[in-house]
């Protein structure tokens, strides 16, 4: 054999394995390449769908670092305030006309402003009732107050854009005192 046979076999040999093509109406040519164009507009719109998604993400991921970092600061400044006020809680009414005393109350009032332009408020929580989502209780003392209401503030709570980034540390009353009367368990003793 000779190469150009050799060669002419070849040929012949892939002619036959390559599916011979079929001739496609134009009709039946315009309604495959429609369907070509619609799988491309699903794949189009899917990605701009995704990428939209990818976009709200990380804009929402931004503003929450954003605010991961304003909390971790304001957190820090209210230690400060919050010592700033315990020490004003402890001058006597007639030292507070002093000038120094006066400049202290301002710098407090301010502090509290400055936090609350940040969106960063105090849990009022003195006299309310003890709410766990709120109020971490650190004591169940007795007193006159209803069960459950908070008698004492241990340490301030604070929130930031409605989540709450400190509990307050309260003390919760736990009810009337019980009181013991001598009387009464004589009474039954003698029954």
């Known amino acids: 054999m000779t190469s150009s046979k050799k060669q002419k ?12 093509e079929i001739e496609l109406t134009p009709e039946e040519r315009i309604a495959e390449l429609e369907i ?15 990428f939209e998604n990818y976009r709200n993400r990380s804009n929402r991921e931004k503003a929450d670092w954003i605010k991961l970092s304003t909390q ?18 402890q001058i006597d009414e007639e030292a507070k006309e002093d000038k120094l005393i006066r400049g202290f109350v301002l710098i407090e009032q301010q502090l509290r402003k ?31 107050e209803a069960e459950n209401t908070i008698t004492a503030v241990i340490q301030n709570g604070y929130t930031s854009h409605d989540v709450v980034i400190r509990p307050a540390r309260v003390a919760v009353s736990s009810g009337q005192a019980i009181e013991i009367n001598n009387n009464n368990n004589e009474s039954t003793m003698e029954e």
Do not use: W
């Open 9 to 20: 076999e070849t040929e012949n040999s892939q002619a036959e394995m390559q599916a011979p």
């Open 36 to 50: 070509e164009i619609a799988e491309l507009k699903d794949k189009y719109i899917r990605s701009m769908a995704e």
């Open 72 to 89: 971790k600061l304001a957190l820090k400044v209210c230690d400060v305030l919050d010592n700033l006020e315990r020490a004003l809680d």
């Open 114 to 144: 400055v936090l609350e332009s940040e969106n960063v408020r105090k849990i009022e929580a003195l006299g309310a009732e003890f709410d766990p989502a709120l109020h971490e209780a650190l004591a169940h003392i007795p007193s006159d």
